[in-house]
């Protein structure tokens, strides 16, 4: 779908807003402290009394995206220990939107699906001041795609009170992001075992064991994954414009990717070091081969057993311009095109492994515990977000 259709309005102060509704939205609950249950509403309302209606109403919105095949409940365990931990503080919304064989309909596509459930969302919710995302494999792409449809820049009358917070931002040596997400200031923007470089170069695909021609299989197979598989594997080549995940490292027309990803305050990668068999370590952490840390640098710690490795984000001077992403026509020049822009983000990135773990041929669902009872181990993880998120 090109950029501008899809019948968008323009709200106050320009916003953009996607035609949505606070209606029921099938397959996507929200969780608060004040809701007796998962609500499918997404409405947040207290339905039963008790001492709900004495807590004060949650300001933070957490959405989180499942991945290809996925669903809501992917989500699910992360969003209660969210809820437990800091009650009054947040509410998740574990969007429901993009299920299924759903996930094969395109980033595009599926990221306008988002964008609209989350305007849905923040309607139903006045009182909601910040956002985050929190996202698994495809939704992570997903995810960047909606904050672009989502993303508004800072207008002339919020100028004052954006140079303040970022003066404040840059003593406490955080991001200085600008502008809003849906209307609200976004704060973390976080992927799991996310393909964020695709899945088309070597061993982007652990599965295929680094064989050539198991991956030139795949690239020719990869309709069987519908319009994603073609993103994925960047092949969406059309009307001589550059593919999709090319395009989603610039501003590019009408959509703000790099912009909104430098509004939140803070982006972080999850990556699995090894034992996916899905997303590969370099893709899933925005990194050159030379740029993954050896084994030797790998730490023990107690609270978080399976986080081996954590890169502070950290500023680079990048040699880009948005023409590069034109210029790019192999594997190899379009995967140095992303990794150029998207490291002009500063990424915090966390590496995982579950090789000492019984449940390492699944690491990767475990790393956000899909479900517990087969990635259980990936709760330390889960943990580790939530400790380090900001509230």
């Given at each position: 779908?090109?950029?501008?259709?899809?019948?968008?309005?323009?709200?106050?102060?320009?916003?953009?807003?996607?035609?949505?509704?606070?209606?029921?939205?099938?397959?996507?609950?929200?969780?608060?402290?004040?809701?007796?249950?998962?609500?499918?509403?997404?409405?947040?309302?207290?339905?039963?009394?008790?001492?709900?209606?004495?807590?004060?109403?949650?300001?933070?919105?957490?959405?989180?995206?499942?991945?290809?095949?996925?669903?809501?409940?992917?989500?699910?365990?992360?969003?209660?220990?969210?809820?437990?931990?800091?009650?009054?503080?947040?509410?998740?919304?574990?969007?429901?939107?993009?299920?299924?064989?759903?996930?094969?309909?395109?980033?595009?596509?599926?990221?306008?699906?988002?964008?609209?459930?989350?305007?849905?969302?923040?309607?139903?919710?006045?009182?909601?001041?910040?956002?985050?995302?929190?996202?698994?494999?495809?939704?992570?792409?997903?995810?960047?795609?909606?904050?672009?449809?989502?993303?508004?820049?800072?207008?002339?009358?919020?100028?004052?009170?954006?140079?303040?917070?970022?003066?404040?931002?840059?003593?406490?040596?955080?991001?200085?992001?600008?502008?809003?997400?849906?209307?609200?200031?976004?704060?973390?923007?976080?992927?799991?075992?996310?393909?964020?470089?695709?899945?088309?170069?070597?061993?982007?695909?652990?599965?295929?064991?680094?064989?050539?021609?198991?991956?030139?299989?795949?690239?020719?197979?990869?309709?069987?994954?519908?319009?994603?598989?073609?993103?994925?594997?960047?092949?969406?080549?059309?009307?001589?414009?550059?593919?999709?995940?090319?395009?989603?490292?610039?501003?590019?027309?009408?959509?703000?990717?790099?912009?909104?990803?430098?509004?939140?305050?803070?982006?972080?990668?999850?990556?699995?070091?090894?034992?996916?068999?899905?997303?590969?370590?370099?893709?899933?952490?925005?990194?050159?081969?030379?740029?993954?840390?050896?084994?030797?640098?790998?730490?023990?710690?107690?609270?978080?057993p399976h986080v081996v490795y954590v890169e502070k984000p950290k500023a680079r001077d990048v040699d880009?311009?948005?023409?590069?992403?034109?210029?790019?026509?192999?594997?190899?020049?379009?995967?140095?095109?992303?990794?150029?822009?998207?490291?002009?983000?500063?990424?915090?990135?966390?590496?995982?492994?579950?090789?000492?773990?019984?449940?390492?041929?699944?690491?990767?669902?475990?790393?956000?515990?899909?479900?517990?009872?087969?990635?259980?181990?990936?709760?330390?993880?889960?943990?580790?977000?939530?400790?380090?998120?900001?509230?």
């Open positions: 779908m090109a950029p501008g259709e899809g019948g968008e309005k323009k709200g106050r102060r320009g916003r953009r807003w996607l035609p949505a509704a606070c209606l029921p939205r099938p397959g996507c609950f929200t969780v608060s402290a004040a809701d007796e249950g998962p609500s499918g509403s997404g409405s947040g309302a207290d339905e039963g009394g008790g001492d709900g209606a004495s807590r004060r109403a949650p300001t933070h919105l957490i959405v989180t995206v499942n991945g290809i095949v996925g669903s809501a409940e992917n989500w699910g365990y992360a969003a209660k220990h969210f809820i437990r931990k800091h009650p009054e503080d947040v509410v998740v919304h574990c969007s429901g939107c993009n299920s299924a064989t759903r996930t094969f309909d395109g980033v595009d596509v599926m990221g306008r699906r988002l964008a609209e459930e989350v305007i849905s969302v923040v309607k139903c919710r006045p009182e909601l001041q910040k956002i985050s995302f929190v996202a698994h494999s495809l939704g992570g792409l997903i995810a960047r795609y909606a904050i672009a449809l989502l993303y508004e820049p800072t207008t002339q009358t919020d100028c004052h009170e954006e140079y303040e917070k970022d003066v404040n931002d840059a003593r406490s040596n955080q991001p200085m992001g600008q502008g809003k997400i849906a209307g609200l200031e976004p704060m973390n923007f976080i992927t799991f075992a996310t393909p964020h470089l695709g899945t088309r170069s070597h061993k982007q695909m652990p599965l295929l064991r680094g064989s050539y021609r198991l991956e030139k299989m795949a690239f020719g197979m990869s309709w069987l994954a519908g319009r994603s598989g073609k993103h994925l594997f960047l092949k969406d080549v059309e009307d001589e414009k550059p593919p999709l995940l090319l395009q989603m490292v610039t501003d590019y027309g009408d959509l703000h990717f790099i912009s909104a990803l430098r509004s939140f305050r803070r982006c972080v990668a999850y990556s699995n070091v090894c034992g996916d068999f899905v997303v590969g370590w370099k893709t899933s952490s925005i990194r050159r081969q030379h740029e993954l840390p050896k084994k030797e640098d790998f730490v023990d710690d107690v609270r978080y880009f311009s948005d023409e590069m992403i034109y210029q790019a026509k192999t594997t190899s020049e379009m995967e140095e095109v992303m990794l150029k822009s998207l490291n002009r983000i500063p990424w915090e990135r966390v590496d995982v492994s579950f090789k000492r773990s019984r449940q390492r041929i699944f690491a990767h669902s475990t790393i956000q515990v899909k479900t517990y009872f087969f990635n259980s181990d990936g709760a330390d993880v889960v943990f580790h977000m939530i400790d380090h998120f900001l509230y």
